[in-house]
C-alpha cells in the first residue's frame, strides 16, 4: 500500500538548519507531486508549498520561501523540506503528503505521520 | 486570500448526527475535502471531491456543498469520532490550497 514515512524529531538552536524526509513506497514517486504542511502546536493546518518529482520544480506559499526548501531524491522516492535560519516559531509539527489532482483541484492522501522540530 | 470559516468547536451526543459547516465566499464554486486529525496523528482524508469518501471511511461520513456552505455529516456518531475537522479548497485565483481553521468536536 501507498505510504510515507517522515523522519524522526528534532530540535535545533535558532539559527541553525533542519532538514526532514518523506520517504514514499508503494506507488511510482514521480507520478504525484508531494506537499508540505506545518502545524504549529495547538493550531490548526497551514500550506507551505508542494514539489513535483517529476521536474524538481516547487511552488511556496506566502510566508514560505526564502527559508524554506523543497528536494527530492528520485533514485530514494524521497522528498525532503528543509529549513534554514531557523526562528523560535518555526517549532511545530510538518505534515509531508501525496497529491491528487482532478478537474483543476486538489486533496491529500495519505499523510506522513509528521515531524516535530522544536527550536529553543 | 480566501478565507474558509468553520466554528472552532461542537459537541454531539453518541448516536446523534454532527453537522460540521465550512463558510467561504462562493464555496459554492469550489470543490471541499475534509480531514480528520484525532489527538497525536496525522491527518486522514474522509471525504474528497466535495462527496466522495475513500475506501476504509464509514458510510457515516458524508459530505455536501450547496446553498452556500459547505457541511461534512456524520451520522450515528461514535465516540471514535471524537477529532479536529478541517475543510480544505483549491483557490485557483492565487494558486493557494486553503485549508478552514478547523472544528473540535466532542463526543459528549
Known amino acids: 500500500q501507498v505510504q510515507l514515512v517522515q523522519s524522526g524529531s528534532d530540535s535545533k538552536k535558532p539559527g541553525a538548519s533542519v532538514k526532514i524526509s518523506c520517504k514514499t513506497s508503494g506507488y511510482t514517486f514521480t507520478s504525484y507531486r508531494l506537499i508540505w504542511v506545518r502545524q504549529a502546536p495547538g493550531q490548526g493546518l497551514e500550506w507551505m508549498g508542494w514539489i513535483n518529482p517529476k521536474t524538481g520544480d516547487s511552488t511556496y506559499a506566502q510566508g514560505f520561501s526564502g527559508r524554506f526548501v523543497f528536494s527530492v531524491d528520485t533514485s530514494l522516492g524521497t522528498t525532503y523540506l528543509q529549513i534554514n535560519s531557523l526562528r523560535a516559531e518555526d517549532t511545530a509539527l510538518y505534515y509531508c503528503?501525496?497529491?491528487?489532482?482532478?478537474?483543476?483541484?486538489?486533496?491529500?492522501?495519505?499523510w506522513g505521520q509528521g515531524t516535530l522540530v522544536a527550536v529553543s | 486570500s480566501y478565507v474558509l470559516t468553520q466554528p472552532p468547536a461542537m459537541s454531539v451526543a453518541p448516536g446523534k448526527t454532527a453537522n460540521i459547516p465550512c463558510g467561504a465566499d462562493?464555496?459554492?464554486?469550489?470543490?471541499v475535502n475534509w480531514y480528520q486529525q484525532k489527538p497525536g496523528q496525522a491527518p486522514l482524508m474522509v471525504i474528497y471531491y466535495d462527496n466522495d469518501r475513500p475506501s476504509g471511511i464509514p458510510e457515516r461520513f458524508s459530505g455536501s456543498n450547496s446553498g452556500g456552505t459547505a457541511a461534512l455529516t456524520i451520522s450515528r456518531v461514535e465516540a471514535g469520532d471524537e477529532a479536529d475537522y478541517y475543510c480544505q479548497v483549491w483557490d485557483s485565483s492565487d494558486g493557494h490550497v486553503v485549508f478552514g481553521g478547523g472544528t473540535k468536536l466532542t463526543v459528549l
Open positions: 503528503a501525496r497529491v491528487h489532482v482532478v478537474a483543476a483541484t486538489y486533496w491529500f492522501d495519505p
Open positions: 462562493n464555496i459554492g464554486t469550489k470543490i
